[in-house]
Nanobody, 116 residues
Framework: VQLVESGGNSVQAGGTLNLSCAVS????????MGWFRQAPGKEREGVAI?????????FYGDSVKGRFAISQDNAKNTVYLEMSSLESEDTALYYC??????????WGQGTQVTVS
């Protein structure tokens, strides 16, 4: 299973950015897909998580609620993160994750988002 993030960039505060995570090597329905981020000197934190069970619940970190949105295109095996009203505190390495149907977790390599 491979997860490849893209879309990271440098952007000014208040701007928007869209991240993509392409999944390959996995053809079943994932239990969970989402995004985490890690800023220098800080722990990795959950940004947006989409659960397949329970009617497709979605979790957003408190700091991104109302600004970020997660979505999936199952036909393309891709999960997206739309980020708006970006702040300098959003600067981090953003990682995509997938929990497969056996609850094994897979991570991407990350894509850098810098907000100035």
């Amino acid at each position: 299973v491979q997860l490849v993030e893209s879309g990271g960039n440098s952007v000014q505060a208040g701007g928007t950015l869209n991240l993509s995570c392409a999944v390959s090597g996995y053809r079943f329905r994932a239990n969970c897909m989402g995004w985490f981020r890690q800023a220098p000197g800080k722990e990795r934190e959950g940004v947006a998580i989409s659960w397949a069970s329970g009617g497709g619940q979605t979790f957003y970190g408190d700091s991104v609620k109302g600004r970020f949105a997660i979505s999936q295109d199952n036909a393309k095996n891709t999960v997206y993160l739309e980020m708006s009203s970006l702040e300098s505190e959003d600067t981090a390495l953003y990682y995509c994750l997938l929990y497969d149907r056996h609850w094994h977790i897979y991570w991407g390599q990350g894509t850098q988002v810098t907000v100035s």
